[in-house]
């Protein structure tokens, strides 16, 4: 193995240097929202609270973990992100496998209908009026039936299929078993890294999804935990999107509400990644190349 020369050293030097401060960069604001979710509500008000939290309290926290607002936004985001993402794993997986194939007939044409589709889109008024066509305005399907499908995950998933050995297919044909047998008994069980990272990439998107709550969803009784969370940073006085008696809002700022707000409603979508940080590179990695 060759020694590094002091270029090689001085670019890895920059390199890491540059991401250092970029991850800096990108975490500063997070940081100062955490810190006001816990800081003693006095500094909040001051504007002295920066990168670190001034004093410690949880009864911000506490105030927005506990409003039945909040908790039904919780699990409408909840019942949304895992019923969306076990159904866009499950059609995505399926309409990849046929996709695999080479022999497929009119497999070009089909491609670029899928391409297309990922370029362009019918726009925001033609979607709407498909959704109250569709009687699906005020339904949680309006907020899954959209995204079912990513044609981004669906080329990832296709190229992971194409790199795995055509022997283990042929194998299972010799033996008697059908395309649905070879799907989901051979194929999906060996494609588990590239299914995980493909889930996580479609429940951050189905958790994080604001927009077409805003445009589809007017009962305040089904808006998701983004929505809600949009409403809490843009409304002046947060205790009428809290549903709380302005007694109760007498001991916690607006300010520390939001930031609270904010960090509640992203804690639970990174307890996600732990769980599938080993499958993400290797799902992206194999997925991305054949051979």
Request: aromatic share 12%.
């Amino acid at each position: 193995m060759s020694k590094k020369t002091i270029g090689d050293i001085s670019l890895d030097l920059f390199s890491y240097t540059v991401l250092l401060l970029m991850a800096v960069a990108t975490l500063l604001p997070f940081a100062n929202v955490l810190s006001k979710s816990v800081s003693e509500e006095w500094a909040v008000v001051s504007g002295k609270v920066g990168i670190l939290p001034v004093g410690f309290q949880l009864k911000t926290m506490a105030y927005v973990v506990t409003s039945s607002q909040f908790l039904n936004s919780f699990l409408i985001s909840v019942l949304v992100t895992v019923t969306g993402t076990l159904l866009s794993i499950l059609i995505t997986a399926v309409t990849a496998y046929p996709l695999s194939k080479r022999h497929l007939p009119f497999m070009n044409v089909i491609m670029v209908l899928f391409v297309f589709t990922m370029m362009f889109s019918g726009g925001i008024i033609p979607n709407y009026l498909l959704m109250k066509n569709l009687g699906l305005i005020n339904s949680l399907w309006s907020l899954i039936l959209p995204a079912t499908i990513s044609v981004f995950n669906l080329l990832v998933i296709k190229s992971y299929y194409e790199s795995l050995p055509e022997a283990l297919e042929d194998s299972a044909k010799i033996d008697g078993a059908r395309t649905f047998t070879i799907l989901f008994r051979i194929i999906l069980p060996l494609s588990g890294p590239v299914i995980a990272t493909i889930a996580l990439f479609y429940a951050v998107y189905y958790w994080n999804d604001f927009f077409n709550p805003m445009l589809y969803i007017n009962d305040p009784s089904l808006k998701p935990l983004q929505l809600y969370l949009r409403d809490i940073v843009m409304d002046a006085d947060s205790s009428s999107a809290l549903n709380k008696s302005v007694d109760d809002l007498m001991n916690v700022s607006p300010e520390g509400v939001r930031a609270a707000t904010v960090v509640a409603s992203t804690v639970p979508i990174l307890l996600v990644y732990p769980f599938l940080q080993k499958y993400f590179i290797k799902g992206v990695l194999i997925g991305s190349v054949k051979g």
